[in-house]
């Protein structure tokens, strides 16, 4: 009989100890409110189906496989309207086009980006050559390479695909 009881007072415990975890329970969930604001969802933070909706299928083979265009190929090319050009993707700011100068390579050149923010750099070691890649500093989308044999006063030259960039003229 004793037995039974300290069974029912053991039983009576774990039930009250339930109810007070479960009682407890959305105030450790109650916090959660105040990271919702954060759903306002950058449009850097797409998923890479949803760039290949977003952009053509030449845009997305640069922009998110890391392709390169035909050299001469491209809009910007050759073009020297002044103006900001913007990443593709995101319409990060990346390059003025008084930086933009004709390097003979058949891609749009520039020798400084717009902002210390508007590019990433990333080594990339491949099989015969490493070179450094330039990609958005807001989205990640590649955008093309720098080498050390541009113009002064950086000695830096962005070599950018066009289908990474569009251009937007001066207001
Ligand atoms: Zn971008």
Redesign the pocket.
Known sequence: MQNYWIALIALALIAVLLISLSGRRPAVTSPAPSQTPSTQEP??QKSKAEWKEKLSPEQYRICWQKGTEQAFTGEYWDSTQAGTYL??????P?FEAETKYKSGTGWPSFWKPSSEQSVQTNADRGLFVSRTEVV??????HLGHVFSDGPQPTGLRYCINSASLRLKPPE
């Open positions: 449009a850097a990443c593709v993707c995101c319409s990060n990346l958005c500093g807001k989205c990640g989308a």
